[in-house]
């Protein structure tokens, strides 16, 4: 192990694989089946478990808890796996467990930061450039795209769909999918509007955004239900846009259903 650095208090299973230049802290636990890639930092009091594939600079702060098995009731201790990519920031007390069937797994990309408290539940797949803020929470099997902003205190029933570059506001309660470069807030959650802001901060043109609006016009159209709306929008001209393309396959694809704008009073 190169240059390791571990802390006389830590423990750290002789099963466990850690690459050069990773730092354990104090009264930290790292168990069997864990890798650890080049440059990782384990804070103290920090729990990492296995089987558990950690890339290279990742950082746990003081008392996170990453792989451990499944709270799922049906997990009957079969091997389940958990994988996380480069360059993650995981805060204090955030918690990341394996998948809940046998050979299944939780995955995490890369340059995603989980604020305190955050909660990766089982078999959930979270992309790249994502952001958790305190408390943001996601039930089994919730897949977040690239880009995502989770809010605060807010929570995202098991098989949702997050989509990329969309926000979820604080404390939302999200039970169906949210679509890609949209916004959505509420408990229950509606969508809001085009993360207009977002996107000009992430390079976006301005012909793109304007074409996303477009098309969330025809989605916040009470007039249409879900189906006629799609159907709407693919056949207008900015189905050629390549954002609203990509919109266009997110919605077409849903299994639990889309949440949409809250209706007007009185309809």
Known sequence: MTDVQLHPTAIVDSAAKLGPGVQVGPYTIVGPGVELGEGCSVGHHATLEGPTKIGARNIFFPYAAIGFKTQDLKYKSEPTYLEIGDDNTFREFSTVHRGTGPGEKTVIGSHNL??????????????????????????????????????????????????????????????????????????????????????????????????????????????????????????????????????????????????????????
Do not use: M
């Open 114 to 267: 989980f604020l305190a408290y955050a909660h990766i539940a089982h078999n959930c797949v979270v992309g790249s450039h994502t952001i958790f803020s305190n408390n943001a929470t996601l039930a089994g099997h919730v897949t977040v795209e690239d880009h995502a902003v989770i809010s605060g205190l807010s929570a995202v029933h098991q098989f949702c769909r997050i989509g990329a570059h969309s926000i979820i506001g604080g404390c939302a309660k999200i039970v169906q999918d949210v679509p890609p470069f949209l916004i959505a807030d509420g408990n229950p959650a509606h969508l809001r509007g085009v993360n207009h802001v977002g996107l000009e901060r992430r390079g976006f043109a301005e012909g793109d955004i304007k074409a996303l609006r477009r098309a969330y016009r025809i989605i916040a159209d009470r007039t249409l239900n879900f189906s006629q709306a799609v159907e709407k929008i693919a056949a207008s001209e900015d189905s050629s846009n390549e954002q609203v393309r990509k919109l266009i396959d997110f919605l077409q694809s849903t299994q639990r259903g889309v949440i949409r704008p809250e209706p007007l009073a009185g309809t």
